[in-house]
């Protein structure tokens, strides 16, 4: 069966290990969200993303979201999610589901033998769980969403720039 145009995920791929971590610099003072403090020294240590946002990336996949459904839940149209299959999903759990042959965004509510799929977009109606469904799987627990802020200036060259959010600025297509 067809997906339609307005699928919530775009399917990027598995993730490969590389030539080894990329170290990027880690500034030793947090950020103030409150109350404003001054830095000391800005930058002391390294840190490796790939080891922070994918703890075991034989099971992790990264997905292109494509729609608002989950945007009630902070995660908007363009975020990439990092996804990992090997986690078991519970309630509250974001998850990317198979129904109907399609791969949907939402968050797992309920308990066995009642759960039920539900976008934090409440015109969406729930999607509910019941027995043995062969058109519908959980098929991972999404454990990071990564998005943009703030629009990069259009015609930007900046690789991976996403301009207005859109995916297909990526070369990924729906």
Do not use: K
């Not at 976008?119 to 990071?144: C, F, K, M, R, Y």
């Amino acid at each position: 069966m067809a997906c339609a145009p307005t699928s919530d995920l775009i399917w990027l791929g598995p993730l490969r290990q590389g030539d080894g971590p990329l170290q990027l610099p880690l500034a030793v003072e947090s950020v103030a969200a409150g109350f404003p403090s001054p830095a000391d020294d800005y930058v002391e240590a390294a840190i490796d993303l790939n080891g922070i946002l994918m703890p075991r990336p034989s099971s992790t996949f990264l997905m292109r979201v494509d729609g608002d459904a989950m945007r009630g839940d902070g995660i908007h149209h363009g975020d990439l999610l990092v996804v990992d299959r090997s986690v078991a999903p519970r309630s509250g759990s974001t998850v990317v589901a198979v129904h109907e042959g399609c791969f949907v965004l939402r968050r797992l509510e309920g308990r066995p033998a009642q759960w039920c799929l539900v976008a934090s977009d409440a015109t969406i109606a729930a999607i509910a769980l019941q027995g043995e469904n062969p058109d519908l799987l959980i098929w991972g627990v999404v454990i990071h969403a990564v998005h943009h802020l703030s629009t990069p200036l259009s015609g930007s060259r900046r690789r991976g720039a996403v301009a207005g959010g859109s995916p297909e600025a990526l070369g990924v297509e729906p």
